[in-house]
């Protein structure tokens, strides 16, 4: 396994503010992805990060809302624009190490706009 | 498409006693199934794996699931529940023609009483 630490691990922003959440791990990942888990409800895979190049992003999430960085093979950058309140979410980073390996996720972010 | 389904929302056992949660797949492709624990703020805890090989799975915590592909199951079992079980727990399918991406269930909230 991995120390995979997300900061903030929570926060309260204003509506139309955007907030960026790093994920930081203590080895080199293959594999990077950010899920979204709303109040009450499962996750949801925002987007694959890929090293060096745009992230991949899965059906009803965009760049513009959800620009994503990931420079190396240790960290990566979720940003939520212009927020509103249903942008109020726990935001989680997970690693793995290829294929037929299983993915770690990080503590998680909890959002809450305001 | 790809879809996890865990049919029972919450499940209230009394401690000691033993536990089957439930997970059905439907997946295009041979699915890695995992389960994950999440107790009440904190991130996702990997219980138990599967890849290929034994239908059979021991994980962590003394819980085993049970791959059946005739039924597309993945159903998660432990014999004696501890009140420190309480938590949420998440099925999850992925595969390497996805891309490693997770599916995951709605989740079941376990309850335990004393």
């Known amino acids: 396994s991995a120390v995979i630490s997300q900061k903030p691990s929570r926060d309260i922003c204003q509506r139309g503010t955007s907030l960026t959440i790093q994920c930081q791990v203590d080895s080199q990942v293959t594999m990077m992805f950010w899920y979204r888990q709303q109040p009450g409800q499962s996750l949801t895979l925002i987007a694959t990060?890929?090293?060096?190049?745009?992230?991949?992003?899965e059906s009803g999430f965009v760049i513009d809302k959800f620009p994503i960085s990931r420079p190396n093979l240790t960290f990566s950058t979720l940003t939520v624009s212009n927020m509103s309140p249903e942008d109020s979410s726990i935001y989680l980073c997970s690693v793995s190490w290829g294929w037929d390996t299983e993915a770690f996720f990080g503590q998680g972010t909890r959002l809450t706009v305001v | 498409a790809q879809s996890v389904t865990q049919p029972d929302i919450h499940i209230t056992v009394s401690e000691g006693a033993s536990l089957e949660l439930r997970c059905n797949y439907s997946y295009g492709a041979t699915p890695y199934l995992f389960w994950y624990v999440q107790s009440p703020g904190q991130g996702l805890q990997l219980l138990l794996k599967?890849?290929?090989?034994?239908?059979l799975v021991q994980g962590i915590k003394g819980f085993e699931a049970e791959f059946k592909r005739s039924q597309s199951s993945f159903n998660l079992r432990k014999p004696s529940v501890h009140w420190s079980d309480a938590a949420e727990y998440f099925c999850a399918v992925g595969a390497r023609e996805y891309g490693n991406k997770l599916v995951f269930g709605a989740g079941t909230i376990l309850r335990v009483k004393s």
């Open positions: 990060a890929n090293q060096g190049s745009e992230a991949t992003y």
């Open positions: 599967y890849f290929s090989g034994d239908t």
